[in-house]
């Protein structure tokens, strides 16, 4: 059979204590989770609102590295345009300077080129100029050198003539004598006789010189020249005369 066991007021007092003891734990320890609950709730609220800010500071934060990046861009963008044109502006000036440096060029040498022209002809000018008067063309005394020397005044005066026209007529009517005289014909009979290597009166001679010869009927050169001029004037030239004229 169990054992009866007497519960004494010993035992009544010691449970009474364990109780209240037991009452002031459980008290406490709804006390203490009821102050906790607070605090957690805070901190949950502070950790969901940094989670709130952290994607927004994270955007802004990027705005701004793409802000800060775009502006160096442009600025490097900037630099590469003012470099370019300030290339472009320095080419362009070369090429001016180059075209101004070519044209003066040209100009300076078409110049010389001229002066150079210029300074040749003057020169040329001076020579030939000096072989006129240093050395003048020489004729021989004779019948020969007389006609050379008479064609070469006619060529100046433009007398139309030839050497065989002259040496023909001269021959008919002086055999290239000149000191032949007429003293038998109408001009001789009327005073005035025809003289020279063409046979030329004085009043013709006087119609007819040319100048830069002797005024001398019976000089050869001037004689010859006179009667050219006379017969150009009245047949064309002394070429188209073959008798007395």
């Known amino acids: 059979m169990p054992r009866t066991i007497r519960i004494t007021r010993s035992h009544k007092l010691a449970t009474a204590v364990l109780v209240a003891a037991g009452s002031v734990t459980a008290i406490t320890a709804t006390g203490g989770q009821s ?96 072989k006129a008067v240093a050395a003048p063309k020489q004729y021989t005394n004779n019948l020969d050198g007389w006609i050379r020397e008479s064609l070469d005044i006619m060529k100046k005066k433009n007398i139309p003539g030839s050497y065989e026209g002259l040496h023909r007529n001269i021959m008919r009517e002086s055999s290239g004598n000149p ?45 010859i020249t006179a009667a050219a001029n006379y017969a150009a004037d009245r047949y064309g030239s002394i070429d188209n005369v073959d008798s007395a004229y």
């Open 179 to 223: 000191n032949a005289v007429n003293n038998w014909d109408i001009n001789a009979r009327n005073g005035i006789p025809s003289k020279g290597l063409l046979q030329v009166i004085q009043p013709t001679f006087d119609a007819y010189h040319v100048k830069g010869t002797p005024k001398q009927l019976t000089d050869p050169v001037a004689n």
């Open 35 to 130: 102050d906790a609950q607070p605090a957690a709730a805070r901190s949950s609220i502070a950790a969901e609102k940094v989670s709130a800010e952290a994607p927004a500071a994270k955007e802004a934060a990027a705005r701004k590295a793409a802000a800060q990046e775009a502006a160096a861009e442009k600025a490097v963008a900037e630099r590469k345009a003012a470099a370019k044109e300030a290339a472009a502006k320095k080419a362009l000036a070369e090429r001016k300077a180059a075209a101004e440096k070519a044209a003066a060029d040209r100009k300076a040498t078409a110049k010389k080129a001229a002066e150079k022209a210029r300074s040749e002809k003057q020169a040329a000018n001076r020579s030939t100029e000096r």
